[in-house]
């Protein structure tokens, strides 16, 4: 009679949400390399609500984070899908400690916070960006095991 791992399908699920995830934000970010900046009015807006200060969201800057987002995404659902290697295991776990220091960082934000940085962020950084962070980190750090 054969063991059933009921942790495995969860940690594929997993693995593949934090790919699409990767996914998806590597389109964003080729949508706003293209000038465009929704949901913003404006680049400075943009820059405001997801970052917290004012910088570039010219093609320089958002291409090369959708290129490492895209191929962070192919090999996170490599892992998921049972892909064996040290790539797709290594890529996944620089993953989950990118978006665990993401969602550490964004606990230390909301406890101290600073000013300057517009009235949106704060509020999509405690009620979004961090508990994505942490729930998605985690979810790529089973994935990587």
Do not use: K
Request: hydrophobic letters at 60%.
């Amino acid at each position: 009679m054969a063991v059933i791992d009921i942790e495995r399908p969860r940690a594929v699920g997993g693995g593949l949400a934090v790919a699409v995830l990767l996914a998806v934000l590597a389109l964003v970010h080729v949508y706003w390399a293209t000038g465009l900046t929704w949901p913003a009015a404006d680049e400075r807006g943009l820059s405001l609500a997801v970052l917290g200060s004012v910088v570039s969201f010219g093609p320089a800057v958002v291409l090369p984070l959708a290129v490492v987002e895209g191929a962070a995404a192919v090999a996170v659902a490599a892992r998921a899908r049972g892909v064996r290697g040290r790539i797709p295991r290594l890529v996944t776990y620089a993953v989950a400690c990118g978006m665990l220091l993401r969602g550490a960082a964004g606990v230390v934000w909301i406890v101290v916070g600073r000013d300057g940085s517009g009235a949106v962020f704060p509020w999509l950084n405690a009620l979004l960006y961090t508990p994505l962070s942490l729930v998605f980190g985690w979810t790529a750090l089973r994935a990587a095991r």
